[in-house]
Structure formats: C-alpha cells, structure tokens
C-alpha cells in the first residue's frame, strides 16, 4: 500500500533560520511527490512536485524539496524562513492507479518566530 | 484565470438533514476530485470523475454520500441524513488528465466547513 508519513506534528522554527520540514513515503514504482500548504480557513495551494528529473526540486515562494529515492524521503526546506511561513504543510503522494488521487500525510504546523 | 470554487463557504445543518455542496472546477480541467478534511482522519480521498468515466466512488464513506457531475464541469457532493461525523471540511481539486508529468497537479478549491449540530 501507498502511504505518506510526516514524523512532527510541529516544526519551530526562529525568522530567518534555515527550515526542513520531513516527509517519508512508501510507494511500489516511482514515486509522484508534491508539497502543499494550507493557511488558516483556506484551500490547500500547490508548492511543488517532483515527477522525474533533478532531485533537487525548486518551488513557490522560495521553497524547495530533495526527493532522495535511497531514504525514501522529500523534505521541505527554505533557506531563510519568515514569519508568514507559518502555516500547515501537506506531502502527499500520487496514487498509481489510474484516478491519480493524492494520499496525504497528516500534516505539519509550521510555527515560524520574530 | 478563476481557480477552482466552491460553494458554501460554510454550512451549519442539523443532523439528520441533507446538504448539497458544489464545485465549480478550472475551465478546461477534465478531472475533479472530492477530499475531507477532519480532524480524526486528516485529508481523504472521496470520489474522482474523468470526463464520461464512470466516477471512482472508492472513498465514499458510506451510502448516504453521493457525487455527480453534470456536462462535464460542475459537481454536487450530497451528504444525506447528515450525522455529527459529516462535520468536516471539504474539499475538491481539479486538474487535467493524470499521466501527463506536466499535468500532474492537483489545484484545491477553498473547501465548504460543513458543521453538523
């Protein structure tokens, strides 16, 4: 079975210091990852995926992803983060199967700090 | 251009009632998806659609959930004989066709908070 495992319910993080947010998976095949986040009372908005190619994936408002396929992980990062960071962030994995419904984790708080 | 929309924003009902929520998808996107959001179970699939294809209702909880989508564009997810459970929000998500690398991402609508008293 496909999952998404996000290992901290919460990240803490001062403004301006380097953030990572982790996230593992488990998938037969190769692997369609992507990275959402969601803000207080909105829709999740699409940061970034990795389909094929580098592994180093660059995304929305200066974030961006390793996939490394030997530690079956696609951590977040951002070199610096800032306060408006500070949100809930989704990994999710494509489903293989031919709808390409999306299996999530359970989520991570950001808490960036002035 | 418009994102995805969905309408209500929010919804308070009394169990037992029926809701309908809608899901107006990107112009253009042929595939539409329901997710719910809670706090027990955090982000589940609900049901695909893909153009004439039968729907993928593999997500459904139970019997009093159903979709449908009508010409190809707008949905309606109906929650009959709401419980206290339904209390969620929910979500649905457009985009081309999967197979496509390039197509691959899913956009979300706002979602509808649908509290069940």
């Known amino acids: 079975a496909q999952s998404v495992a996000q290992p901290e319910d919460q990240v803490n993080v001062a403004e301006g210091n380097p953030l990572t947010v982790k996230c593992t998976y488990s998938?037969?095949?190769?692997?369609?990852l992507f990275w959402y986040v969601q803000y207080p009372n909105r829709g999740l908005q699409f940061l970034l995926k990795?389909?094929?190619?580098?592994?180093l994936v660059k995304g929305s408002y200066g974030f961006e992803a390793e996939f490394n396929k030997s530690q079956t992980s696609f951590h977040l990062k951002k070199p610096s983060a800032l306060v408006s960071d500070s949100a809930l962030y989704f990994c999710?994995?494509?489903?293989?199967?031919?709808?390409?419904?999306?299996?999530f984790g359970q989520g991570t708080t950001l808490q960036v700090k002035p | 251009g418009a994102g995805v929309s969905q309408s209500p924003s929010n919804k308070v009902t009394e169990k037992g009632k029926d809701v309908e929520l809608r899901c107006d998808p990107i112009?253009?996107?042929?595939?539409l998806y329901w997710y719910r959001q809670s706090l027990g179970q955090g982000l589940e699939f609900l049901i695909y659609?893909?153009?004439?294809?039968?729907?993928?209702k593999s997500g459904l909880p139970s019997d009093r959930f159903s979709a449908e989508r009508t010409g190809g564009s707008v949905s309606t997810l109906t929650i009959q004989r709401t419980q206290q459970e339904d209390s969620a929000v929910y979500l649905c998500?457009?985009?081309?066709?999967?197979?496509?690398?390039?197509?691959?991402?899913?956009?979300f609508g706002p979602g509808t908070r649908l509290l069940v008293l």
């Open positions: 112009s253009g996107h042929t595939a």
């Open positions: 659609f893909q153009g004439n294809s039968a729907p993928d």
């Open positions: 998500a457009s985009n081309f066709p999967p197979g496509r690398p390039s197509q691959e991402t899913q956009y």
């Open positions: 998938v037969s095949g190769n692997p369609y």
């Open positions: 990795y389909i094929t190619g580098d592994n």
């Open positions: 999710a994995v494509r489903d293989l199967r031919h709808t390409g419904k999306l299996i």
